[in-house]
C-alpha cells in the first residue's frame, strides 16, 4: 500500500482526473510523471547486481509487478472514467481506476464479471480457469479512503463463480506444516504473495511479530491438488459474505 500511495503521491494527473480524457499535452505530462515513479523507485529498472537483499527484487520494466503495469497504462493513456483495463490470460483482467486497481473475468463473448474491487499489490496466478490473487477485504466499515480500515486475504476464483477466501486455509496449513499454533498465525498473519514456481502454488507469507520464537516472513507449497481440495471445502461448507466496504459477495467457511 505504501508503493500505490508513492505513486499516486508522483500522479498528479489522479486529481486532474474526469469524464473527459485529457487532451494530448496533459496525456504527456502523465506520461512524463508515470516514468519519474519509475526513477524514484530504481529497483524496478535496475539490472540484478544493482540490487539490494531481500525478496523485493529488481525487475525489468517488462517484469513489473501487474498493478504497476496498469498503473502506468494510466499514466501513459490519460484518465479515463471506466478504468484502464490489463488483460493477464484466461480472461482475467485487471482494471486501473485513480484510487485502487480492481480485478475482473472477461468471457469469451465479450461479457465482464467483477471479482473484487481493490487488489493489495502483489501479482496473481492463474492457472487454467483459477486465478489466486490478493485483495483488500474490509474487516470494519470505516472512511472509503482509509486504507487502515482493510487487510489482505487470498481469494481464489473460477469465474464467473464467487471468489472463496481461502486464507485461513492456507494458515491452517502452514501451521500443521510448521507446529505453530493456528490462532497466533491468524492473529499476527499481515500479507501473503503468490507465486508458481515448479509446477506448484508457493505462498509467501509474513506476519506482525516481535517474539524470537515466531518468523517475520515463511514459505508454503501446495500442489494444484491441495489447491483444489481446499477451493471445493470452501465453496461446499462456507458461507456468503459481502465486503463490508464495497459489498463485493464471497465465499468464506
Known sequence: MKLIKKMFSHFSFFQRCSR?????????????????????????LHPPQYCYGGRVGCYGI?????????????????????????????GYEEVAHPKQVSFQYRAP???????????????????GD?????????????????????KPRLFAVRSPALPLDITDEVLSQWS??????????????SMVSPEEKNGQLELQL?????????PDKATLQLDWNQVSDIMREVKEKGVVQKDLRWGTPYIEK
Open 62 to 90: 517488462s517484469k513489473l509487478p501487474h498493478f504497476l503495469l496498469a498503473m502506468l497504462c494510466v499514466g501513459l493513456a490519460g484518465c479515463a472514467s471506466q478504468g484502464t483495463v490489463a488483460p493477464l490470460s484466461n
Open 206 to 214: 509474513e506476519f506482525w511479530t516481535q517474539e524470537r520464537d515466531w
Open 109 to 127: 463473448d465479450g461479457k465482464t464479471t467483477p471479482i473484487w474491487p481493490s487488489l493489495s499489490g502483489v501479482s496473481e496466478v492463474i492457472k
Open 20 to 44: 473527459r480524457r485529457l487532451p494530448r499535452r496533459s496525456e504527456a505530462k502523465a506520461g512524463e510523471e508515470a516514468l519519474i515513479f519509475l526513477k524514484l523507485e530504481p529497483r524496478y
Open 176 to 189: 500443521k506444516k510448521s507446529g505453530k499454533d493456528f490462532a497466533k498465525a491468524w492473529d499476527r498473519f
Open 130 to 150: 483459477v486465478a489466486l490473487f490478493v485483495g483488500d477485504k474490509a474487516y470494519v466499515s470505516p472512511d472509503p479512503n482509509d486504507p487502515r480500515g482493510t
